[in-house]
């Protein structure tokens, strides 16, 4: 069964200091796609990074990467140059395409997240 | 904005009634999936339409339905409801040409209060 585990339930940084938010998956497929959410307070899922499990290059968007180590099922988000706006919460999610009879399903996965606070 | 638009974004009503949350999806996308965020089950996926067809379904209570309608949008439809099912109900679009790389667009979400 797939399953994404966030072992952090908070996370504090001081404002501009880099942060390393931890994610470990379990899968047996070959071909999946990981991807991070922020959900600030307001609620929204905003989509951060996404990581495909054949892309040979960890993923980064602007101040955001992806640190994928496929051998050990782990794929940490890090975050540098922390800002006060990134205090939210953050979730990993994992994606298999599936086909069923009928058709492709693509459910995303969630971990538990981690409260991430960034203190000024 | 994701371009998903879902109503109402919030929703009290009495333990044993009923509601139905509206889902827009972005325009192009023929998949809408509804996930349930609680806070002791977390995200959990609830049901996935695609182009009008239920295509998987998750963790959905038989008291749960949801369809999709001919111009696209999806109704998740919810009764006889219990205190449990208080929870922020999130619908999601995509275009699902069965790459494993399909972003999915959050709508904002109903929050769903139930008395």
């Known amino acids: 069964a797939q399953k994404i585990t966030q072992t952090q339930p908070g996370m504090f940084v001081q404002e501009k200091e880099a942060v390393t938010l931890d994610c470990t998956y379990d899968t047996s497929d070959q071909s999946y796609g990981l991807f991070w959410y922020k959900q600030p307070s307001s609620g929204e899922m905003i989509f951060l990074i996404y990581q495909g499990s054949y892309d040979e290059q960890n993923a980064t968007e602007g101040r955001y990467s992806l640190n994928f180590q496929k051998a050990r099922k782990s794929a940490n988000l890090v975050i540098s140059a922390s800002q006060l706006g990134d205090s939210a919460m953050y979730f990993c999610?994992?994606?298999?395409?599936?086909?069923?009879?009928?058709?492709?399903?693509?459910?995303?996965?969630f971990g538990k997240g981690t409260k991430l606070t960034v203190n000024p | 904005d994701s371009g998903v638009t879902q109503t109402p974004k919030h929703l009290i009503t009495a333990t044993g009634q009923r509601v139905t949350l509206r889902c827009s999806p972005r325009s192009g996308d023929l998949s809408v999936y509804w996930y349930q965020q609680s806070l002791d089950q977390g995200l959990q996926f609830l049901i996935q339409y695609y182009n009008g067809e239920e295509r998987a379904k998750g963790n959905i209570l038989e008291r749960f339905s949801a369809q999709q309608f001919p111009d696209l949008h999806s109704e998740l439809n919810l009764s006889s409801l219990e205190l449990g099912d208080s929870a922020l109900y999130f619908c999601a679009s995509s275009v699902d040409s069965g790459n494993s790389y399909n972003e999915q667009f959050f709508g904002p979400g109903t929050r769903l209060t139930v008395l």
């Open positions: 999610a994992m994606r298999h395409p599936r086909f069923t009879t009928q058709g492709g399903s693509e459910k995303l996965v």
